[in-house]
């Protein structure tokens, strides 16, 4: 089928992307001139694993390419999938900005051509599609087309698998002529019997909302119950697994860190606490859990605090991992913005590794931290290391050589990534996660 995909950002080209690697023949189009040309050159302008390589073999087999023209793009399309940003607005009260879409929409309905399903794949409050639906109606009446909500849940870091492998594909449609448009889509999932969900579109919003929701209540809920088990002295990893076992909790999303981020739980939260809000009617496990996301960003500080005795003026903090998650450079919402400068705040000195988000980190976090390329740097002289992102390359560090680079070896692992007795054992101050 001829796709056109409007937003070259994270969703937008992996959604293409992995569109075209199903056999359909697409186009991402995007207004930022410099990113289409980047992207045309062969280049993508975000960090995920395989995504390169994907875009290249899809491009040269000429299923795949990149414009700024819409007047060629959106005519040609049986389907055209939004794919904008929709960040939170500038005003901080957790609305999501939509301006982004109604802007690409106001552009792109002159030229529909033909029976064409516009599909909302950015994350969108309730009733969006709808005001999509109404503003393609009032710029071009006579277009023949349907409005349809696809929500995305991509993990970054995992994106393409989660794309080509899905748990469920969800499909909020009016209508069967438009429903058949997205079944065809994504056809190549039959194969692997992946469940499509059809439904309204309200209710198709509404889901990925929901779904997210769950998982940052699910996250909150294990940060409690490790704050509990340090309070009482249990074993929060311990605790997890066994409840975890139990087939109506499921054992994944119940690791304990130092709070949620990224650019999807944070926003979406919020965002749906505003919904509810207009809507008069409440959400307080939500509201509950992203408060308890607030704290326990500050419970981390508190904890290195006490980790180094008490203060951390003129200590320094060797940091390991700034992303809100391992493999990707996006740093927002990362926990590391709230913590590091609240450390610095009060004295630390920060020398800081991460694979892939020293770049983007050093836009975001104050002037003054160290960012090394050896991950070993970091322990040099350092009074205590805080491991505060799960990278695989920090999973089997030379303890004996981290041992000796360092000042005093107090170890901070807010990922539970190492055994506590072994570092015990080894001499480290180990202090997890949850393991009283
Ligand atoms: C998430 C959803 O998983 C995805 O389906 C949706 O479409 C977009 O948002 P993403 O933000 O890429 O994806 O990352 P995810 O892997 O879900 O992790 C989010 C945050 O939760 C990270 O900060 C991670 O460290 C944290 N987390 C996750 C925990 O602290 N504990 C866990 O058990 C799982």
Excluded at 83 to 106: E, H, M, N, Q
Excluded at 110 to 124: C, E
Excluded at 260 to 269: A, L, M, N, R
Excluded at 405 to 419: A, G, H, I
Aim: proline share 5%.
């Amino acid at each position: 089928m001829k796709i056109t995909i409007i937003g070259a950002g994270y969703v937008g080209i992996v959604s293409g992307t992995c569109l075209s690697e199903f056999g359909h023949e697409v186009v991402c189009v995007d207004n930022d001139a410099a990113k289409i040309a980047t992207l045309c050159q062969g280049q993508i302008p975000i960090y995920e694993p395989g995504l390169a390589d994907l875009v290249a073999k899809n491009v040269s087999g000429g299923r795949l390419r990149f414009t700024t023209d819409l007047s060629e793009a959106v005519p040609r399309a049986e389907a055209v999938f939004i794919a904008v940003g929709t960040p939170s607005t500038r005003r901080g009260d957790g609305y999501a900005d939509l301006s982004y879409i109604y802007a690409a929409v106001k552009e792109l309905a002159p030229y529909l051509a033909g029976y064409t399903v516009v599909v909302d794949k950015s994350t969108v409050p309730i009733g969006t599609a709808r005001q999509v639906s109404r503003i393609i109606r009032e710029t071009n009446p006579t277009a023949d087309f349907d409005v349809a909500s696809n929500p995305e849940f991509l993990r970054e870091g995992a994106a393409i698998g989660d794309f080509m492998r899905p748990d469920r594909v969800v499909i909020g449609v009016e209508n069967e002529r438009a429903a058949a448009v997205l079944r065809e889509i994504y056809s190549p999932l039959y194969l692997i019997e992946t469940p499509i969900v059809v439904t309204g579109i309200e209710t198709a919003e509404l889901i990925k909302y929901a779904a997210n929701a769950f998982l940052a209540v699910k996250i909150s809920f294990i940060n409690e119950m490790a704050n509990i088990c340090e309070a009482v002295g249990a074993d929060a990893i311990a605790l997890a697994k066994a409840i975890g076992l139990d087939g109506r909790i499921g054992k994944k999303f119940l690791h304990p860190g130092p709070g949620y981020g990224g650019s999807c739980f944070p926003k979406d939260t919020v965002a749906l606490l505003r919904t509810v809000q207009e809507y008069g009617v409440s959400a307080r496990i939500v509201e509950s859990a992203v408060e308890a996301n607030a704290a326990q960003k500050a419970r981390m500080v508190k904890k290195i605090r006490d980790a180094v005795g008490g203060s951390e003026a003129g200590k320094i903090i060797g940091v390991l991992g700034l992303t809100f998650k391992p493999e990707t450079d996006d740093m927002r919402e990362a926990p590391a913005l709230t913590i590091l400068p609240a450390l610095m705040e009060k004295g630390a000195r920060i020398i800081a590794h991460d694979p892939q988000g020293m770049k983007e980190a050093a836009k975001y976090l104050p002037e003054g931290i160290t960012y090394v390329d050896n991950p070993y740097e970091v322990f040099t002289g350092a009074d205590a290391i805080i491991l505060l992102t799960e990278w695989n390359q920090y999973r089997a560090l030379d303890l004996k050589e981290v041992m000796g680079r360092m000042k005093s070896p107090v170890f901070v692992d807010l990922r539970n990534v190492y055994e506590p007795n072994r570092l015990r054992e080894m001499g480290f101050v180990y202090f997890g996660n949850g393991r009283g």
